[in-house]
């Protein structure tokens, strides 16, 4: 048995985004039902619509920042209940069986997790569809819960938390940062604000590195301690080997000898981008001469989500957003080219109810 979601999809690359109604299957006996509420925008969404990864199956459903009401549950489900309030992050299934999901670390899953939207869906053989729908139907242990501390007016701002929120979140706590750690944040977009809140939370000292000066004030009332222009060689000098551990959340090549330079000896430049076109190489003497090294991260496993959930409900954190219709999506993904968003876009899903 399967219900009709009203969504929106495109079909093609160069498509935009229209109303598309489509099917999802009633609960299964592990199954949540979600009415959405909120639906974050995130650039995959946008890289994805686009096909710029190059695997876009269409019609595409984007959304992977979920938060909604549980509506119903299939019936072996215990820990939800009907009225719930949910998430539901990029992932809405896994293996469960390689080394990575038996440790929680689904988003490494050696078969590839299901990801929430253009993934091969294991029940309809079908692709998946995201989040810009009425509703969705999830796996109980890829269903997150919405922290009691959260208000409802808190909703909107709580969705981006789901892929920025946990992108940024992930490795800050891999990498133990704390009270003490000197933590670069390179760039002030929809990832970057959310690292520096947490970073901040975590008892951090924060820098912001960027090329616009105009970020300089709002960097600072996210928590930063101090904001660097990046262009400006005699800026960057003076935080030589100084940094713990530097996040990099620009997806555009650059050199990344500017930042590993700045690294303490053992300290570590993470990745979160993933450039078109690949970043220069990097200078190994920099990684040598101080034991450093370059990382990479993705998203976080399930159990680390509901953790960072309940983190950043208990420090008050939330993504700052600017919440729209769905009718507007097309216009906000090219006001996202721009980077004229501060600093995440929330679809607000009652628009798609009308
Ligand atoms: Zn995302
Ligand atoms: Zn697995």
């Not at 009225?83 to 896994?94: F, K, P, W």
């Not at 038996?102 to 929430?116: A, G, I, R, S, V």
């Not at 891999?174 to 003490?180: D, R, S």
Request: hydrophobic share 35%.
């Amino acid at each position: 048995m399967t219900s009709t979601v009203q969504g929106y999809a495109n079909d093609s690359a160069t498509a935009p985004l229209k109303p598309y109604r489509f099917e999802r299957r009633d609960p299964l006996p592990h199954d949540v039902q979600l009415d959405i509420l909120y639906c974050g925008v995130c650039h995959s969404d946008l890289h994805t619509a686009k096909n710029e990864w190059k695997n876009t199956v269409y019609p595409f459903v984007p959304g992977h920042e979920i938060v909604g009401r549980v509506t119903k549950v299939g019936s072996a489900v215990k820990a939800f209940k009907a009225g719930d309030l949910v998430a539901v992050g990029c992932m809405v299934d896994s293996c469960r069986e390689c080394p990575s999901c038996k440790e929680h670390l689904e988003q490494y899953c050696d078969q590839m997790p299901t990801f929430t939207y253009n993934s091969s869906d294991k029940h309809s053989g079908k692709m998946t569809y995201g989040g810009y729908s009425t509703h969705i139907v999830v796996d109980e242990n890829y269903v997150l819960r919405v922290p009691k501390e959260y208000k409802e007016e808190d909703l909107p701002g709580v969705a981006p938390l789901l892929c920025a929120g946990i992108t940024m979140y992930s490795p800050l706590r891999h990498w133990k940062i704390g009270k003490g750690s000197k933590v670069g944040v390179v760039g002030l977009g929809g990832l970057g604000h959310m690292a520096i809140k947490i970073a901040h939370a975590l008892g951090a000292h924060v820098v912001l590195f960027t090329t616009s000066p105009g970020k300089t004030a709002d960097a600072k009332k996210l928590g930063a301690k101090d904001v660097v222009i990046s262009k400006n060689p005699e800026e960057m000098k003076k935080h030589l080997k100084s940094f713990d551990f530097i996040i990099d959340t620009v997806s555009a090549d650059h050199n990344l000898d500017n930042y590993t330079e700045l690294l303490k000896r053992d300290g570590v430049l993470c990745l979160i981008g993933v450039p078109e076109h690949q970043h220069p190489s990097p200078n190994i003497g920099n990684l040598i001469f101080g034991r450093r090294s370059i990382a990479g991260s993705i998203i976080g496993g399930i159990k680390e989500t509901q953790e960072m959930l309940d983190f950043c409900a208990k420090h008050k954190l939330k993504a700052e957003i600017e919440m729209i219709p769905i009718q507007k999506i097309n216009e906000a993904y090219e006001r996202m080219l721009k980077s004229d968003v501060k600093y995440r876009f929330v679809i607000d899903i009652a628009s798609l109810r009308k």
